[in-house]
């Protein structure tokens, strides 16, 4: 019986030390590397897999993964068979977005057998594998609701549009707003430029109404905490650089400035250069109202300043490096150059969004950090600093909106007049008109809810940028949305996107752009799952120039492509206008209520 006995735990034993030896092979990523089962995750290497949880998909679907993780790193994405490259920009730095497209097979059965997708990532001669999400069929359609899709356009079918048969009837309270912005915009053109050479001993004053900077890097881009100077901040020229931009097919030059920033030539004037000497910054008053939260500082020189948000993690994609999967900062800090002395006290306690306020000073390098630390994290609504009439600084943290009703958003319709924008169906349809009528319909969505609207125009005018965002800082609403239809070479382009810049406009673009994807494929293109994944072009980061504004999440949108004549027959839909301005509302209204 004892040796039985024996016989049994000597087994037991051995079948212990076998599966231990086993789970260590793979959890410590010991086994053969040909198997590529290693159940090591490295967050140094890959940051985060989107979608992370489900997919639902669609037999023959195409679908995409995209991974965060460094730009040095090989992405590999798995899934049944399929073993895809994952792709991402070239000259990428630091983390950057790499995606995989992956094809459904073609039976319900099949999809729902696919389980989740792997993702192995190798860097430095060492492979990681991570679970990604995982593969659910989606409901397909009956025959009866594949037969009641939206008609297409037929060829050679042409249309006459005229925005003047579609109008709805403006309130007289429409005209009281009208009114109230043409009173309000504080946009001023600078005075004539002319150019002055840098010689050295130089200094320069900021006279555009705000100033956007970038990096003196040339491959910089703008970042989001160089915030734009207001008119009469003053900086010491250190040179001259020039560089050209893409985006808008030209030469820039610039004056480069000794905090580390440069500015376009043409937004300043240069002056002799003067020491500023022991810069301070003293609190003259703190004052609470509704939330939100003025502070005027008294300053000897109107010094640059930046204002960043920590801790924010920023990735790069489409081109840009400050793409954001959300906003988590916990603190803003206003940065103030050439300052080594900062002083008095500011109460926050009427604050609808930070808990206190505390200077930290740098002597040596001349560096005053204002630090405002939020009462919840990402719980930010923007801000503003502007200089009043006696040159005090101004700053001014947002209040939190406290829900739709009472709440105030502007609504901008992008183009307009002389700058009619894309062009669609041999050039019968305009941008401008059909950017107009769906804001309309947002707009009337939105008073629905209480929701007080302002419309940066109410016709076909033409409306400068800087007087766009001019109006946005005269009015302070607690959004801004930039309506636009989108244009491309490619006639086959479609679908819907929304844009950020600043990381705290995040959840609104993607609030919007949920809102417009369903349209598209639940209306637009409903029931061809074979094009759900064009439609998709994101939520993504670009620094056009509605997206910088400052005092409050500002988003441009694209609805649609009015160069796809298929997509802009439904665009000049008043009853697919009023989806899409549903749509906005909807996603502006579930930002309010966040």
Not at 44 to 70: F, G, H, L, N, W
Request: glycine letters at 8%.
């Amino acid at each position: 019986m004892k040796k039985i006995r024996r016989i049994i735990i000597i087994i037991s034993v051995l079948i212990i030390v076998s599966l231990a030896a086993l789970v260590g092979y793979h959890y410590y990523g010991l086994n053969n590397p040909e198997e590529e089962t290693v159940g090591v995750i490295s967050e140094d290497i890959v940051r985060y897999i989107m979608p992370s949880d489900i997919i639902e998909a669609q037999p023959k679907e195409k679908i995409t993964v995209t991974i965060i993780a460094k730009s040095e790193a090989e992405i590999t994405v798995k899934l049944g068979t399929q073993k895809i490259s994952a792709k991402s920009d070239e000259g990428a730095e630091g983390y950057t977005a790499f995606q995989a497209e992956i094809t459904m097979p073609e039976s319900k059965l099949e999809v729902d057998s696919l389980g989740r997708i792997t993702v192995i990532a190798s860097h430095e001669g060492k492979t990681f594998q991570l679970a990604g999400p995982k593969i659910v069929s989606g409901q397909e359609m009956t025959a009866e609701q594949t037969s009641q899709l939206l008609p297409t356009a037929q060829d050679g079918e042409t249309t006459k549009f005229d925005i003047g048969n579609y109008l709805p009837e403006i309130t007289d309270d429409a005209f009281r707003i009208t009114e109230r912005l043409t009173t309000t915009r504080v946009y001023t053109p600078t005075t004539v430029y002319e150019y002055t050479p840098y010689t050295g001993n130089q200094m320069c004053v900021v006279t555009a109404a705000y100033a956007d900077t970038k990096p003196i890097a040339d491959h910089d881009d703008l970042v989001p905490y160089y915030t734009p100077l207001a008119a009469g901040t003053m900086d010491y020229v250190t040179g001259e650089s020039s560089g050209y931009n893409v985006d808008e097919d030209e030469t820039e030059y610039y004056y480069n400035l000794q905090s580390g920033r440069k500015i376009k030539r043409e937004a300043v004037q240069i002056i002799q250069k003067t020491d500023m000497g022991n810069n301070s910054l003293s609190v003259l008053s703190s004052v609470c109202d509704g939330g939100e939260l003025k502070i005027t500082l008294s300053s000897a020189w109107k010094v640059p300043y930046d204002l960043n948000y920590t801790p924010q993690e920023y990735y790069h994609g489409y081109r840009k490096n400050y793409n954001v999967t959300s906003f988590t900062a916990s603190l803003i800090e206003f940065t103030f150059h050439y300052t080594d002395s900062a002083y008095g006290t500011i109460d926050t306690s009427g604050s609808d969004v930070v808990s206190s306020a505390y200077w930290s000073v740098d002597e040596e390098n001349k560096i005053a950090k204002l630090i405002m630390p939020l009462k919840a994290q990402g719980g930010y609504y923007g801000s503003s600093l502007e200089y009043d009439a006696n040159g005090n600084t101004v700053i001014t943290i947002n209040r939190k909106p406290v829900g739709a009703y009472g709440a105030v958003v502007i609504l901008d319709a992008g183009h307009g007049g002389s700058d009619p924008g894309a062009a669609g169906l041999n050039d019968q349809v305009r941008e401008c008109d059909v950017n107009l009528l769906v804001t309309y319909a947002a707009m009337e969505e939105l008073q629905k809810q209480g929701v007080t609207v302002y419309l940066t125009r109410y016709g076909d005018e033409k409306m400068l940028l800087e007087e766009r965002k001019a109006v946005t800082r005269s009015v302070k609403p607690d959004l801004f949305v930039s309506v636009h239809s989108n244009g491309s070479e490619n006639p086959e382009s479609k679908g819907t996107s929304t844009y950020y810049f600043k990381p705290f406009s995040f959840s609104l673009a993607t609030n919007i752009y949920n809102e417009l994807l369903s349209v598209h494929r639940n209306n637009f293109y409903y029931g061809r799952q074979e094009l759900y994944n064009e439609l998709a072009d994101a939520v993504q980061n670009y620094p056009f120039g509605v997206t910088r504004i400052e005092d409050c999440p500002s988003v441009l949108i694209e609805i649609g492509y009015v160069t796809n004549d298929e997509e802009c027959y439904k665009l000049i839909d008043t009853n697919n206008q009023k989806l899409l301005g549903k749509a906005i509302a909807d996603g502006i209204i579930r930002t309010l209520q966040g």
